[in-house]
């Protein structure tokens, strides 16, 4: 087993959960407006919905690799090239961080939990994300690959809960700070297209 692959893994993921993005800043101002249960609730959603995007990527990847490594290296190629189209899209993007508390409806804490759940389990791309996401991290040549995926699935379910929780327990202040310091959507903008680039060429260097 290859623990730097892990270690590596755990980086980048934490990085990629820290990053702006529409699910964090969702968790962050339903923190704000309606207290840190409820980003709680929307956080337990989304992360139980990468359980089923875990479970699609596991079995599906782990038959391939059984039947052929040319296919395995070209959803190996595909999967860094789209973390690269990632990188571009980040690049071309505003680095404003909007925090807007008007759009937030108030829900109950089911009513979060479901949604969390149905916006992970429907967005298409989660799915491809995971696709290329977890077949460069696979960290071992005797564990079998579904088992490895399932690893690699919960880590990252483990990781972006403690993060995503860390922005709903400090909402208040993590609000604070990016609108007195508008240069950290700048600063976390090039973060997220040197991880998305650097995963990318892992990828494509990582062996079977």
Do not use: R
């Not at 529409?22 to 609730?41: E, F, H, R």
């Not at 190629?77 to 899209?89: E, T």
């Not at 089911?110 to 696709?131: D, E, R």
């Amino acid at each position: 087993m290859n623990a730097d692959i892990l270690y590596t893994f755990v980086v980048a993921t934490a990085i990629l959960s820290i990053s702006p993005g529409p699910d964090n800043i969702y968790v962050l101002m339903q923190s704000i407006v309606y207290g840190k249960k409820y980003g709680l609730a929307t956080i337990a959603g989304l992360m139980s919905g990468c359980v089923i995007h875990t479970t699609l990527v596991a079995f599906g990847i782990s038959a391939i690799i059984k039947q052929s490594e040319l296919l395995f290296f070209l959803i190996k190629l595909i999967g860094a090239f789209y973390l690269f189209f990632l990188a571009y899209k980040v690049w071309k993007s505003n680095a404003s961080i909007q925090l807007s508390e008007t759009t937030i409806v108030k829900k109950s804490i089911w009513q979060l939990y479901k949604q969390g759940f149905m916006m992970n389990v429907l967005n298409p791309k989660v799915s491809i994300f995971f696709l290329a996401f977890l077949p460069g991290f696979l960290f071992s040549t005797t564990i079998n690959s579904v088992v490895q995926f399932y690893v690699l699935g919960l880590l990252f379910i483990l990781v972006s809960f403690i993060v995503f929780s860390l922005i709903a327990l400090l909402a208040g202040a993590i609000s604070d700070y990016v609108k007195k310091n508008s240069g950290i959507g700048v600063f976390l903008k090039y973060l997220q297209i040197i991880v998305f680039i650097g995963i990318g060429i892992f990828i494509l260097l990582s062996e079977k």
